[in-house]
Nanobody
Framework: QVQLVESGGGLVQAGGSLRLSCAAS????????MGWYRQAPGKQRELVAR???????NYADSVKGRFTISRDKDKNTVYLQMNSLKPEDTAVYYC???????????WGQGTQVTVSS
């Protein structure tokens, strides 16, 4: 089992910034993929960004140039720096973890991000 604990999020005005953090604990494989997804009301959950261990990052087109995902391998922690936030970024953001073979999926409890116009 893997536990994911998220922090960050909150209410911010358009153009502002927020930073999300997610710490993984438990049976964490050294080679894995961690990332962030989001789900707005009435919409499907979508990928925001992901970062494999030692690999290249992936971003949704809607956040490229504004969001940056990074990780601290020693702490099994992934971060999402969100700049130039827009009202359409408002959603519940979920941390995600998979081992290298994608055999399992784990999700954080979700953290609300609200961007006011």
């Amino acid at each position: 089992q893997v536990q994911l604990v998220e922090s960050g999020g909150g209410l911010v005005q358009a153009g502002g910034s927020l930073r999300l953090s997610c710490a993984a604990s438990g049976n964490v494989f050294s080679i894995n993929i961690m990332g962030w997804y989001r789900q707005a009301p009435g919409k499907q959950r979508e990928l925001v960004a992901r970062i494999p261990t030692g690999g290249s990052t992936n971003y949704a087109d809607s956040v490229k140039g504004r969001f940056t995902i990074s990780r601290d391998k020693d702490k099994n922690t992934v971060y999402l720096q969100m700049n130039s936030l827009k009202p359409e970024d408002t959603a519940v953001y979920y941390c995600h973890y998979s081992p290298w073979d994608l055999s399992q999926n784990y999700w954080g409890q979700g953290t609300q991000v609200t961007v006011s116009s």
